[in-house]
């Protein structure tokens, strides 16, 4: 999956990372590289990824992060 980050902080790598659409949790990541401007490759882990869905880190749940 490649990710982008637009203004934010790329994670790095090997971090892990929750998929969520509509609030529920669908998927789980695992950043691996490589990089370019704001975007990251990561692994699919677990569950399904659609273009669109919103990744967080673990534990922070919607009203805490930014898209």
Same mark, same amino acid.
Do not use: Q
């Given at each position: 999956? =490649?990710?982008?980050?637009?203004?934010?902080?790329? @994670?790095?790598? +090997? &971090? $892990?990372?929750? =998929?969520? #659409?509509? +609030?529920?949790? *669908?998927? !789980?990541? /695992? =950043? $691996?590289? @490589?990089? #370019?401007? $704001?975007?990251?490759? &990561?692994?699919?882990?677990?569950?399904? *990824? #659609?273009?669109?869905?919103? =990744? /967080?880190? @673990?534990? *922070?749940?919607?009203? !805490?992060?930014? /898209?």
């Amino acid at each position: 999956a =490649v990710l982008d980050f637009g203004f934010h902080l790329l @994670p790095e790598l +090997g &971090a $892990s990372l929750d =998929v969520f #659409r509509e +609030g529920m949790k *669908v998927g !789980e990541l /695992r =950043v $691996s590289g @490589p990089s #370019r401007g $704001s975007t990251i490759v &990561a692994d699919i882990s677990g569950g399904e *990824v #659609r273009s669109g869905d919103e =990744v /967080r880190p @673990p534990g *922070v749940n919607a009203s !805490e992060s930014s /898209r």
